[in-house]
Structures are given as C-alpha cells and as structure tokens.
C-alpha cells in the first residue's frame, strides 16, 4: 500500500512537470511569434504568463522536498525526485529566456525589421521541438531517444552560427542596423540556450535510468 501510494505521488509529480513544460513550449513559441508579427500585447502576455511558470516551479520543489522527507527514497527512487529538482530549473530557466525574447520585441516595439524573420522562427521551432522530446525521453525513460536529442542541439548550434553570420553582414553594411541586429543575435542566443537546457534533460534521463553521468554537449 505505501508503494502505491508513493508510485501514485510520483505520477502526480510528473504529471505537473509535464504541465510546466507545456507553459514553456508556448512561451517560446508565442514570444518569437510576437516577434515576427510585432505583436507588443502577445509579448506582454508571454511577459505574463511567467509568474505561473515560478509558480509550479515552487509547488513542484516543495512536492519534492515532502517526498524525501516522507518517503525516505533510495536508489532510483531517490534518482526520480533528484532529476525532477533538475528538470524544473531547466525549464524554469527557458521560460526566462522567453521572457527576455518577449523583452527584446518590446525593445523593437514597431521598428521595421532588418530582414525578414525566417531561420530565427525555424531556430524557435527546434529548439521547442527539444523541449518536448527531451520531456517524452523523461516521461518513457527512453535513453536512446534523449541521446539523439544531442544531434539536434548540433544543428541549432549551426542554424546559430548562420544567423550570426548573416547579421554580421547587415552591420557592416549598414552601421544604422547594428542596434536591432544586436538584439535579433540575443534572440538567436537565448535561443540556443533553450536547446543546451533541453540537453540537460536528456542528461538528466540517462542519469535516472543508468545511474551514471553522460555529457551530451562534449
């Protein structure tokens, strides 16, 4: 009866992590949405809907810390609760960052844009598309599936680079560029950031399930 009950908490742990990432994946996609569209009142609502994601982040952590202190967990057991801590701050610090791309659009406001916004939307969409499969790879305790997340993270790395490239170009060319280009790079940056916390994840998974630590980002 105790396992079940502590099995069923479990469930329910996991379940509010799911529902924190699911915030997360919306943030980011609707604060480069909002950035594409100069939409001001969506990156307000990005902006907005952060209080909810420090919210779980706390209620989480706390549902955690009563685990340990009740429970008393050993082995992998201990390993969920220890991971779901991790995992939390990870996705606590993706919100962040879309806070900031929600930020940086407001900075924007209704300035015509440099270029038009095509690998910037593409970067935000693989690196969403890491949050959610670095969050399955947790959920399904798949090993080999958060591995391949690491080659994804290879190629935002490289869609990065691109980006920098070219705005590089935009500056040189036109010197008046070079305070949107500087904020559209920090948007590139944060960003990447997104995918090295969803490789973090993955980390997390391997470490959950194997018990021993792998570095995805050599």
Same mark, same amino acid.
């Given at each position: 009866m105790v396992r079940v009950n502590f099995d069923n908490l479990l469930k329910e742990l996991q379940k509010d992590?799911?529902?924190?990432?699911?915030?997360? /994946?919306?943030?980011?996609?609707?604060?480069?949405?909002?950035?594409a569209t100069q939409d001001l009142e969506l990156a307000q609502d990005v902006l907005d809907r952060d209080e909810t994601v420090n919210e779980l982040d706390l209620d989480i952590e706390d549902q955690c810390m009563k685990l340990i202190a009740t429970q008393? &967990?050993?082995?992998?057991?201990?390993?969920?609760?220890?991971?779901?801590?991790?995992?939390?701050?990870d996705l /606590?610090?993706?919100?962040?960052?879309? $806070? +900031?791309?929600?930020?940086? $659009?407001?900075?924007?406001g209704k300035e015509p *844009?440099?270029? &038009?916004?095509i690998d910037i939307p593409r970067m935000a969409e693989m690196a969403k598309s890491m949050v959610s499969k670095s969050l399955d790879s947790?959920?399904?305790?798949?090993?080999?599936?958060?591995?391949?997340i690491?080659?994804? +993270? !290879?190629?935002?790395?490289? *869609?990065?680079?691109?980006?920098?490239? /070219? *705005?590089?170009?935009?500056?040189?060319?036109? &010197?008046?560029?070079?305070?949107?280009?500087?904020?559209? *790079?920090?948007?590139?940056?944060?960003?990447?950031?997104?995918? !090295?916390?969803?490789?973090?994840? $993955?980390?997390?998974v391997i470490f959950l399930v194997t018990g021993k630590r792998k570095d995805l980002n050599p």
């Open positions: 992590i799911l529902r924190m990432g699911g915030l997360v /994946e919306e943030m980011i996609t609707d604060a480069v949405e909002a950035l008393q &967990p050993m082995g992998k057991d201990l390993r969920k609760i220890g991971i779901a801590f991790n995992i939390i701050k /606590e610090r993706m919100a962040d960052y879309a $806070c +900031d791309i929600a930020k940086t $659009c407001k900075r924007i *844009l440099i270029k &038009p916004l947790y959920v399904r305790e798949d090993v080999e599936l958060a591995e391949e690491a080659a994804d +993270d !290879d190629k935002v790395d490289e *869609l990065y680079k691109q980006i920098f490239r /070219e *705005l590089l170009v935009i500056m040189m060319e036109n &010197p008046k560029s070079i305070n949107q280009a500087t904020h559209l *790079l920090f948007i590139g940056r944060y960003l990447e950031r997104v995918a !090295d916390h969803s490789t973090n994840i $993955c980390e997390a």
